[in-house]
Structures are given as structure tokens and as C-alpha cells.
């Protein structure tokens, strides 16, 4: 009996004997078998991990702490294709072959890496450079800000700096009304910085994102922008400006046909029609972009998968239903082509017109890979497919393996073509009557719907918990819902009046469809609004360590590609930012120049400062899980009595933090008196503090030169005995070339 139930039991797992109820527990062999042939499985899927191999690669580049030399990275990365190549021709082991592979695409990750940012090398404005007069040409206009409308301009002249100093591209903050399209050349002065870093210790880094996009200074304009005549751009600039004064020209006539349609209380669709089109969120009320952020739908502001996919989808479908329907073109055609050519030039003229942003562009490429397997008679939707367009987004622009939308939209993806390559197909009944297959469909779309919006939405989790440190408890259900009105009616609606517009069709035709394309984008606004504000729709979550980000990233690749029943190891993973522990939080917060600081007072963030940084308080208290006060201004007199000068701490707040604003010394008593009871010291000025400021820890502009934004943790000892220590975000950062100058922001 023993032989038999050894002979036919699985190698791999629990066995049950032939005559017996008797469960086996596997040896270590069936064990190193079992695994030994679930690694051998994986050779006809190897290239599925291709673009996993190069993202880690670019991903550790990205991750130093200090620059590497190009030419080490050029000479590993070709000896590790020589070894490859030898091990493919002649080595016998298949799976060494691959793993040499592999590991050779790794390195050639951390080369292209490197090599993009050394590409990407751009002028920076230097820090402290202040108020300057700049001339140069709008380029684009960017979203706007809690201030104001932004400006993309190339500055043509920037006083006190040379050509070869002068950066590429400035962004600028001009009030209200006072925005000049693309195309125009102007004259401003403006509050120059450099891009600043990150809000807080390990947060967001804007301007590692700057340095890639050549951005290479911000700022607010101090004057409403005038026009002036300069001399003629480069012909790659005008053609830039004129494809972006083409959009902002589309926008403003897709506004105001709206509004002629819906009046001033369109309920937000006319700001969320015209961002899906031109991706301008001009038009879009704050109060809407809130509540489609709160309620899992912020992907309908950046045009990406879904957008793209839509308006494809749309002209691909449309186009082979008319060559069906014109019986001698299809006799003489090939519709399913035809289709997917007019498929690629509509994601082209969409990239265009959407203004090409990062991830509009990596739909785009998505896009055209899955067209472009249809014109080569291959799938157009399947892992080897994304796998092919992930590595060519990574290939373009290595940097945005690290990107939250790369990541999101990715794991999205792979998660639903693995669901479709797991889902069950079963026969249907060919003789039911109407009404029952009728019932048995919408059972089949109603189940797979759910299924669809789960498994995003759970792929997107752990990027949405440590980015945006949010959950949309009633996401799925908005997605559900909005996402099937948004490809169903709003996109095709759009994109057939747009196009009777470019064609010169009267409004008699073109403004049925806008009413059709207004009442979706009403309808979408409003399930936003209602699941963002029901009982309990968002939580709120603390970001985890790095390492687990990773994890779950990790995860979520591991159960897509994986081929056998080791795939559901990375489930588990998957869920790793969501129960990694989170380490006790900070109890204060300082800006990187020093120039505001808020406190941790009963679970909430409370400002010295609240009206100077408030983006900058609240990035920091939604990363660390904290609540901003209902009123922040009267939280603050709590703690501290502070004016544009200064700031003295009163109450039982820990740590007291007395500042001083301004670069202007002040005098050693009114000093003495800040000190007085205060656990740390910020100085903006030069100054040597009085003996009564020895008890505090004191904070100078070189250290926040040095370390840029900080945190404060109980515990320790520093300078002046204070029981408080400081993390700091730039050695957090490196010495990276994006790091060497950052501002405190726009």
C-alpha cells in the first residue's frame, strides 16, 4: 500500500492515499521537487520578467544614496550580455541560461537609468536668486494651484543669469485672469526657486520629477504678466506651443459650449469634460476634485488607461462595424486591420490633444503595442503584449518604475489580463428561451464587473495606501459605475463631437452630442459626490517603510506571472503595506527652510503658521495618518503666540518651538525672551543666541541648508540637552543631482 500511495502521489503538496483516508505531509524531495519543477515551468513565460528585471534594476539605481560613474555601469552591463549570450549558445541548463539573462537586463536597467539622467541635465536656478524680471515664451498652461493659475513658460532671458545658466523650462503661479495662452511672449517678475524637495523626510520628491522633466525652477509672479515682442523660437518650440495653443483653444470653445448648454450650475461637468478631452482642469471646481479624489475616481483627472482605451476602443469598433456593413469593402478589406490602424491614429491625435503628459503617454504606448499585435496577427490583450509595452514606457522614461501612476496602471492591468487568463469559461445552453439567456448575461456581466473592479482595485491598494495614504472604502462601487458611464457615453461623445468640430459640422449636430457628453460627465461628478460622502468613505492610513512597498509590488507581479500554484504566495505579499508595522510617528514637523513648523496636539497637526504652507502641513499630517484641525488658525493660538516675526510657545504643547521669521537680526533680549521655556529654537537670521537660548536646541539656516525639512521624535540627546531628535529628509535623498539645490516650493 505504501509503494502505491508513494506512486501516484503529486510530488508537490498534501497526498491522499489510493485506500485510504490517510493525508501525507510531503517530504523535503517531494518538496525540492515540487519546486524544482514549478522553476522549470516558468522558461516559456521567462519574458514576462523582462521588464520586472529591468524596473529593479532602474529602480536601484534610482534608490542610491550617491551618483555612480556612467562608464562602470556601461562595461557591467556589457560583460553581463557576453555572459548571458555564452550561457544561451553553450551552456546545457536552460534555467541558468535565463537567470544570466535576467540578471544581465537588470544591469542594463541600472545603466539606462543612469544614462537618462545624465540626459536629462538641465540648468537650475540657484537658490535664494529672489525677485527677478524674466522674459520668455508660454509654453503651456499647467493645473492649476490653490493660488492661481500656472504657467509653463521657456525663459529666453532671466536677470542676473547667463544663457548657459538660464534653465529650460520655468513654472509660475500669475493670480486669476491674468493667464496668457501658449504662444505668447511675455515679460514678468517672479519669486524664483529651485524645485523643491520633499515636504517632509521620505515624502514625495518633486524635484527628482523636475530634473527629468527639465524643469528647472518655480515660482509666483509678483506682477500680471505683460506682453513683448522676442525674437523667434526654435521651430520645436513653436510647434509645442502651437499643438498646446490648440488644445487651450479647444478647451476654452468646449467650456463655453457647455455653459451655453448647462448654465453655471453644471454640477462640475463642464471642468471634468473639458480635463478628459484636453486634460486643462481650469474649468474644474475644487469641491469636484475633491470628491472624485475621495471617492476612488481621481484616475478620471489624468488622462491615462481609461480615457485612452475609450476613445481607441471606440474608433476601433466603430470603424470595423462599417466595413461589415458595406459589403464590398469587406470582401476586399481586412476589417479588424483597417480597425486597428484607425485604432493608432486615434491614440496619436488623443496624445496630442490630451498634451502628452507622462501617463497619458504610457497609455498611448499600451495602446499602440496592442494595435499593433492585431496588424501582426497576435493577441492584442495579453501579458506578453503589456509585458512588451511596459518595457518600452521604461526604455523612454526609466525613471517612472518609481512613479505612482506607472505603478498603479501597470498592477492594475496585469491583474486583470491574469484574471481573464484564470477565469473559468463555461458552455452555455444554446437552446434556452430569450428571457433566460437574457437573465443568464447580465448574471455573467454583473459578476464579471465585480470581479473586474475588485481585483484593480486591489492591485491599486498598496500604491494608493503609501502614496496617497487613503483608502475610498466605497471605491469599488464608484468605479463600477463611473468608469462604465465615462467608456460608454462620455469619452465616444466627446470624441465624435470633437472630430464633426475639426470637420466643420455645424452646431445644430454637434451640440446634441454635448449634451449627451455633459449629462455623463454630471452623472460622474455626482456618483464621485455620493461616495465620497457617505458614512466611513475614506480611511485614512499612515505610509509604511520603503521595504514594504516593495513587498507588495513585488507580490502583485508574483501573482500575475507566475505560472503554478506558487502564485498565490504573492497574495499574502501583496497585502504587505497595508499590516507592515508602522513605527511610532513624529511628534513635530519644521519646513525645509525653516520657515513654518506645526505640532502633533491630540491626533491632530496644528500649524505655527496656518496660512503660509498649508499644502506642505497637510502632505506631511495625510503621510503620518494624522487630522488637520476643523479650525486651524484657532488650534494655533493654542500653542503658540506668533506674528510675522516671530513666534513664542505657550501651553503644555511638546516640543515648544520658538522661531524667529525673518533674515533681520534680532535683538539679544527680544531673543532671550523667545527662549524662555522653548525645547527648540528656529532662526532664519544670522545670530549668535544669548546664554538664556542655551537650554533649547537651536536650528540655523546652514542646517536647514544642509538637512531640508525635518521631523522631531522624543527621545535623545542634541545639542543644548533637549530630549528631541531630528530626522532629516536630505540624507534621506543623497547626494543625487536633483538634490544638490531644492527651494521651499512655489
Not at 125 to 150: K, L
Amino acid at each position: 500500500m505504501a509503494s502505491a500511495v508513494g506512486a501516484d502521489a503529486p510530488a508537490w503538496g498534501w497526498a491522499r492515499g489510493l485506500n485510504t483516508r490517510r493525508l501525507r505531509f510531503p517530504s523535503w524531495t517531494d518538496l525540492w521537487t515540487g519546486l524544482r519543477a514549478e522553476v522549470i515551468a516558468q522558461a516559456d513565460s521567462a519574458f514576462l520578467w523582462t521588464p520586472v528585471a529591468f524596473g529593479i534594476g532602474v529602480a536601484a539605481y534610482l534608490g542610491l544614496k550617491t551618483e555612480p560613474a556612467l562608464w562602470p555601469c556601461v562595461i557591467a552591463a556589457a560583460l553581463a550580455l557576453a555572459v548571458a549570450a555564452g550561457v544561451a549558445r553553450w551552456g546545457r541548463s536552460r534555467t541558468l541560461a535565463i537567470a544570466t539573462s535576467l540578471a544581465a537586463i537588470t544591469l542594463c536597467g541600472f545603466c539606462a537609468g543612469k544614462l537618462r539622467t545624465d540626459i536629462a541635465a538641465a540648468p537650475i536656478v540657484p537658490a535664494n536668486i529672489g525677485v527677478v524680471p524674466m522674459e520668455g515664451w508660454v509654453v503651456d498652461i499647467a493645473s492649476p494651484s490653490e493660488h492661481g493659475e500656472r504657467l509653463l513658460i521657456a525663459p529666453t532671458w532671466i536677470a542676473g543669469l547667463s544663457a548657459e545658466r538660464t534653465p529650460k523650462r520655468v513654472r509660475i503661479v500669475v493670480p486669476p485672469g491674468d493667464v496668457l495662452g501658449p504662444g505668447s511672449a511675455i515679460h514678468v517678475m517672479a519669486l524664483l526657486d529651485p524645485p523643491p524637495g520633499p515636504a517632509a523626510p521620505g515624502s514625495y520628491d518633486f524635484a527628482r520629477d523636475a530634473w527629468f522633466d527639465g524643469l528647472g525652477g518655480v515660482g509666483l509672479a509678483l506682477k500680471p504678466p505683460q506682453l513683448v515682442d522676442l525674437e523667434p523660437p526654435p521651430w520645436r518650440l513653436r510647434l509645442g506651443m502651437a499643438v498646446n495653443s490648440l488644445r487651450w483653444s479647444l478647451a476654452q470653445h468646449l467650456a463655453d459650449d457647455l455653459h451655453s448648454l448647462m448654465g453655471d450650475h453644471d454640477g462640475g461637468a463642464v471642468g471634468l469634460a473639458v480635463t478628459v478631452t484636453t486634460s486643462h482642469e481650469d474649468w474644474l471646481d475644487p469641491q469636484s476634485r475633491d470628491d472624485l479624489r475621495g471617492s476612488g475616481l481621481a484616475h478620471m483627472l489624468a488622462i491615462a488607461g481609461l480615457h485612452t482605451a475609450a476613445v481607441s476602443g471606440f474608433v476601433f469598433f466603430a470603424l470595423r462595424l462599417l466595413v461589415a456593413a458595406w459589403p464590398w469593402l469587406a470582401l476586399r478589406v481586412n476589417g479588424k486591420k483597417v480597425a486597428a490602424i484607425g485604432g493608432l491614429i486615434a491614440v496619436l491625435i488623443y496624445l496630442t490633444l490630451s498634451g502628452a503628459h507622462p501617463p497619458a503617454r504610457r497609455a498611448a504606448v499600451t495602446a499602440s503595442v496592442a494595435f499593433l499585435a492585431i496588424l501582426l496577427d497576435r493577441r492584442a490583450v495579453s501579458l506578453h503584449s503589456l509585458a512588451i509595452a511596459a518595457l518600452a514606457v521604461m526604455l523612454i522614461e526609466p525613471e517612472v518604475v518609481i512613479s505612482p501612476g506607472f505603478e498603479m496602471s501597470f498592477c492594475a492591468t496585469a491583474s486583470l489580463v491574469a484574471l481573464a487568463e484564470v477565469w473559468p469559461h463555461r458552455h452555455r445552453a444554446s437552446d434556452l428561451p430569450w428571457y433566460l439567456a437574457a437573465l443568464q448575461n447580465a448574471r455573467d456581466w454583473t459578476l464579471g464587473m465585480l470581479m473586474v473592479s475588485f481585483v484593480a482595485g486591489a492591485a491599486t491598494t498598496p500604491f494608493s495606501i503609501q502614496h496617497f495614504n487613503r483608502i475610498a472604502n466605497y471605491g469599488m462601487f464608484a468605479n463600477l459605475t463611473a468608469d462604465l458611464l465615462a467608456g460608454v457615453v462620455l469619452m465616444p461623445a466627446l470624441t465624435v463631437s470633437v472630430l464633426l468640430q475639426a470637420l466643420g459640422v455645424g452646431h445644430a449636430i454637434i451640440m446634441p452630442l454635448l449634451a449627451i457628453a455633459g449629462a455623463a460627465a454630471r452623472g460622474i461628478v455626482a456618483i464621485g459626490h455620493l461616495f465620497s460622502n457617505l458614512p466611513g468613505a475614506k480611511l485614512t492610513i499612515s505610509s509604511a517603510p520603503t521595504i514594504a512597498l516593495t513587498v507588495s509590488y513585488l507580490g502583485i507581479l508574483f501573482a500575475c506571472l507566475w505560472r503554478g500554484r506558487l502564485r498565490w504566495i504573492g497574495v499574502p505579499l501583496s497585502c504587505a503595506v497595508a499590516f507592515w508595522p508602522r513605527p511610532a510617528p513624529p511628534v513635530a514637523w519644521i519646513a525645509s527652510d525653516g520657515g513654518d513648523a506645526a505640532l502633533v496636539v491630540a491626533g491632530k497637526v496644528v500649524a505655527l503658521k496656518p496660512n503660509t504652507r498649508a499644502y506642505a502641513v497637510q502632505t506631511w499630517a495625510q503621510r503620518r495618518g494624522f487630522d488637520l484641525p476643523a479650525d486651524p488658525i484657532k488650534a494655533a493660538a493654542v500653542i503658540s503666540d506668533c506674528n510675522r516675526l516671530h513666534c513664542a510657545p505657550i501651553g503644555a504643547a511638546k516640543p515648544a518651538i520658538a522661531a524667529w521669521w525673518t533674515r533681520r537680526k534680532p535683538k539679544p533680549e527680544a531673543l532671550g525672551q523667545l527662549c524662555n521655556g522653548a525645547d527648540i529654537l528656529i532662526l532664519k537670521a544670522d545670530v549668535t543666541p544669548p546664554d538664556a537660548c542655551k537650554k533649547a536646541m537651536l536650528l540655523t539656516p546652514a542646517d536647514f541648508a544642509k538637512g531640508g525639512a525635518a521631523e522631531v521624535f522624543p527621545g535623545g540627546v542634541s545639542r543644548g540637552g533637549a530630549s528631541w531628535k531630528l530626522v532629516w529628509s536630505q540624507p534621506l535623498r543623497g547626494e543625487r543631482p536633483w538634490t544638490r539645490i531644492s527651494g521651499s516650493g512655489e
